[in-house]
């Protein structure tokens, strides 16, 4: 991040662009929360961010969720995330 970045405020903060709840809204469905109820209940704050919340579909090859109501362009990534054999 240069001097000039927007969200570089100095001595090596940053200010977020995304969400916690962003990313977390995502692995809540991919571990099976898929009810909008239980979602909100996991995540009170998801609400607030509208269609700036990544999904399963967005963060996994087997996700199958993509937000109610948020149309408009999609967009694909070659960069994937899987976990092969579970770490305990």
Not at 12 to 23: E, V, Y
Not at 27 to 50: A, C, K, R
Not at 76 to 87: C, D
């Amino acid at each position: 991040f240069k001097e000039s970045d927007p969200t570089n405020i100095g001595r090596g903060r940053l200010i977020p662009t995304t969400s916690w709840d962003a990313l977390w809204y995502g692995i809540t469905q991919w571990m099976g929360i898929t009810d909008p109820d239980e979602i909100e209940y996991v995540l009170p704050n998801s609400e607030n961010f509208g269609c700036d919340l990544f999904t399963d579909y967005d963060l996994f090859n087997t996700g199958q969720q993509q937000l109610i109501g948020c149309g408009g362009a999609t967009h694909t990534t070659p960069i994937t995330f899987q976990v092969k054999e579970p770490r305990f």
